[in-house]
Structures are given as structure tokens and as C-alpha cells.
Nanobody, 127 residues
């Protein structure tokens, strides 16, 4: 089992930027595809971005495409989400998740496919 810990959230004005980090412990991160999800109060957890084990494959929700960038550094056992041009509707708790897969090209947008989750970090965007 891998443990994931998110950090980097906070309060920021609209148009600002944040960089979220997801540090992994207990297992080598390279064996997992990684994803970022978010959950606003009263709403379901929604997909944000995913990256394959190889780092060659990425996928983004339409709502964040062009503003968010997912990346990973397997040597540091860390995944990242760079968030630019923040909007008030981006306000949510952001979770990183790990999907164990034998394929280095696999990624998924389905919350049910992810095996391990971090505790979440709050991102609040003021207008």
C-alpha cells in the first residue's frame, strides 16, 4: 500500500497560481498512474487530471485544460499539479490518487479505478 500526502493548497485571488504536491511513501510511485481530483462542498468528487507511468500520457478535464498541468518526478516519488489562472469555481478540496497498473501508458478518469488516495488539500479562490 502507498501513502499519499497532498500539500500546497491555500487561499489565492482569482487569476493567481498554486502548485500542489503529492508525496508518496511506502511504495515506488513509478508503478502507478497518477490522478488529481477535486470535490467542492455538496458536490461529487470530479476528475481533474491524470498522468501515465511513463509521463508521456496526460489527460485533463475540459474545465481545467490550458490552465492546469500535471507532472511527476518518479525519482522523488512526487506528483504535481500546477494550477494557473485560478477561477472561483476552482475552489475545492484537491485529492491526489494512485492507480496501480502494469501498463506504463495507462491512465483513467474514473474515480473508481484509483486504488489509493491522499487526504486532500484545500484550494480557495477569492473573486
Amino acid at each position: 500500500q502507498v501513502q499519499l500526502v497532498e500539500s500546497g493548497g491555500g487561499l489565492v485571488q482569482a487569476g493567481g497560481s498554486l502548485r500542489l504536491s503529492c508525496a508518496a511513501a511506502g511504495r515506488t510511485l513509478s508503478t502507478y498512474a497518477m490522478g488529481w481530483f477535486r470535490q467542492a462542498p455538496g458536490k461529487d468528487r470530479e476528475f481533474v487530471a491524470a498522468i501515465s507511468r511513463s509521463t508521456s500520457g496526460t489527460y485533463y478535464a475540459d474545465s481545467v485544460k490550458g490552465r492546469f498541468t500535471i507532472s511527476r518526478d518518479n525519482a522523488k516519488n512526487t506528483a504535481y499539479l500546477q494550477i494557473n489562472s485560478l477561477k472561483p469555481e476552482d475552489t475545492a478540496v484537491y485529492f491526489c490518487a494512485a492507480d496501480r497498473t502494469t501498463s506504463i501508458y495507462t491512465l483513467t478518469t474514473d474515480v473508481r479505478d484509483y486504488d489509493y488516495w491522499g487526504q486532500g488539500t484545500q484550494v480557495t479562490v477569492s473573486s
